[in-house]
């Protein structure tokens, strides 16, 4: 049995009192299951600007086509250092490198702190002359709402759009009114309602969770760039997915939602899993599609 399929990922209750330090171990248990990274995978801490990271590269990766990325870990857990093999396996697929962002975490740092670092990243790389449309924004879990509300503050500030934007099990509604949070809470062995509430809560602090620039879902997705977005169908942010769908179509955005039968949240981790490899697959094509040139060269 893979071991997103174990129940035993999150299943104690948690309540107003159950420390950060015991909420950020429930996503240890998720980033545990990514394995190695690619054996020709290199990591390099650097700096975008203020914001530090690390940038992430493969054999196939192009100088031209960047993925900014931003780890999940429900805001208070994660580092571009957990998510490598996940990052360092995107770049292969899409044929780019990464910048992996070390975005500033809950309790400790609130809302808007990590969005702010998201959008300072992405400036650094234009002042740095990088071309928009080489750029490619993504994310998981609370890293893939970040790439979405970073979407937003970029186009409300007035800057280019990136060239894309691809998210796997995106946490977009810090609200949690996804119909999949009650009708999925027995099967996803990962996430919990619980969770996700102390989470959130550590995030904004008195801030409302129906703020757009923390819950884009509850923006309007005009001018955004295509999106590309990957859920299982038994987690319980499957409907955070699947309205994004909608928000796009409603503003004519360029959208493909794929929710896998069977699958837990950010079942991308399993490498052995074949859905994992198919997703994989497609979010690359897409990257390759949408950002640089579409012939693979060194990473400079």
Not at 135 to 146: E, S
Request: include cysteine.
């Amino acid at each position: 049995m893979p071991i997103w399929q174990t129940p035993t990922i999150g299943r104690n209750r948690l309540g107003p009192d159950t420390p950060p330090a015991e909420l950020r171990q429930r996503f240890v248990s998720t980033f545990q299951r990514f394995g190695p990274p690619p054996e020709d995978a290199q990591f390099q801490p650097a700096e975008l600007g203020p914001i530090k990271g690390e940038w992430v590269t493969v054999e196939r990766s192009s100088a031209n086509r960047i993925i900014l990325y931003f780890h999940g870990g429900g805001f208070i857990a994660g580092s571009p250092e957990t998510h490598r093999t996940l990052v360092a396996r995107l770049c292969d697929a899409g044929f780019a490198r990464a910048f992996s962002v070390a975005y500033r975490l809950a309790p400790e740092y609130v809302f808007p702190a990590g969005l702010r670092d998201g959008v300072d990243a992405y400036r650094a790389l234009l002042q740095k002359g990088v071309e928009p449309s080489s750029i490619v924004l993504a994310g998981d879990d609370a890293g893939g709402g970040l790439a979405f509300a970073s979407l937003l503050a970029i186009r409300n500030g007035g800057m280019p759009m990136p060239a894309a934007c691809v998210a796997m099990s995106p946490w977009v509604d810090l609200s949690l009114s996804g119909w999949s949070v009650l009708t999925n809470a027995k099967t996803d062995m990962s996430l919990s309602w619980d969770l996700l509430f102390l989470t959130a809560r550590h995030y904004l602090k008195k801030q409302s969770p129906a703020d757009p620039y923390a819950s884009p879902i509850y923006a309007s997705f005009r001018d955004f760039p295509p999106v590309m977005v990957h859920a299982g169908s038994l987690e319980i942010l499957r409907d955070d997915a699947s309205r994004i769908g909608d928000k796009a179509a409603e503003a004519n955005v360029p959208i493909s939602v794929e929710i896998y039968d069977g699958m837990q949240h950010l079942f991308q981790a399993d490498s052995e899993l074949q859905e994992a490899k198919v997703s994989l697959q497609r979010l690359g094509q897409f990257i390759r599609q949408r950002a640089g040139r579409a012939t693979a060269s060194a990473a400079q």
